[in-house]
């Protein structure tokens, strides 16, 4: 089974709002709302920010969100911030006859 | 506050086994699915494994499933990874991992700060 396939590097200015996507196929993504994202600041674990699609965790800025289409996931971050500089990386759950989880390649997010 | 300990890391010559452990706090251990999740030097994360709340389910990713082992202990609130075979190509930060529960499936709300296992002769 494949990554999901994310673009490996965005960028946008502060202030402005950027999207990431993350493409699965019909067996993943496209078969259950099990999509999570996650952001990771370098030497750092990483950090839950979206579940279930578009769910945030309690206390997660309302700057991020998520949705849902078919095959493809994807995270939102308006009101970009210098500390949203990270890469983030979109999961799904995937059951092919067995419980599996799938990341995404990871996209890097530069905040110019 | 959830805190979740990884230790065992280490260097082992390719073939060789190692054993990591996780000691978490903070919340009920025995009512929460655990995760292993890793990340080679330089890349991005590959989910490894899961064990549920009671040890009863295990699954793996096809690239540890016959070497790698996760198991669990409720009393003592440890969860390990027995490593067995082990390829340069399982050299990584090994994170543990509490899933959120209530059905949120593949939600991994928590995560250790790592421990690094290095696969080399």
């Known amino acids: 089974q494949s990554a999901l396939t994310q673009p490996a590097s965005v960028s946008g200015s502060p202030g402005q709002s950027i999207t990431i996507s993350c493409t699965g196929t019909s067996t993943d993504i496209g078969g259950y709302n099990y999509v999570s994202w996650y952001q990771q600041h370098p030497g750092k674990a990483p950090k839950l920010i979206l579940y279930d699609a578009s769910k945030r965790p309690s206390g997660l800025s309302n700057r991020f969100s998520g949705s849902k289409s078919g095959n493809t996931a994807s995270l939102t971050i308006s009101g970009l911030q210098a500390e949203d500089e990270a890469d983030y990386y979109c999961?799904?759950?995937?059951?092919?006859?067995?419980?599996?989880?799938?990341f995404g390649g990871g996209t890097k997010l530069t905040v110019l | 506050q959830v805190q979740l300990v990884e230790s065992g890391g280490g260097v082992v010559q390719p073939g060789r086994s190692l054993r990591l452990s996780c000691a978490a706090s903070?919340?009920?251990?025995?009512?929460?699915?655990m995760h292993w999740v890793r990340q080679a030097p330089g890349k991005g994360l590959e989910w490894v494994a899961v064990i549920s709340f009671d040890g009863s389910n295990k699954y793996y990713a096809d690239s540890v499933k016959g070497r790698f082992t996760i198991s669990r202990d409720n009393s003592k609130n440890t969860l390990s990874l027995q490593m067995n075979s082990l390829r340069a190509e399982d050299t990584a930060v090994y994170y543990c991992?509490?899933?959120?529960?209530?059905?949120?499936?593949?939600?991994?709300?928590?995560w250790g700060q790592g421990t690094l296992v290095t696969v080399s002769s």
């Open positions: 903070g919340f009920t251990f025995s009512n929460y699915g």
């Open positions: 991992v509490k899933e959120s529960g209530d059905n949120h499936i593949a939600a991994l709300d928590y």
């Open positions: 999961t799904s759950y995937i059951n092919s006859g067995t419980f599996r989880v799938l």
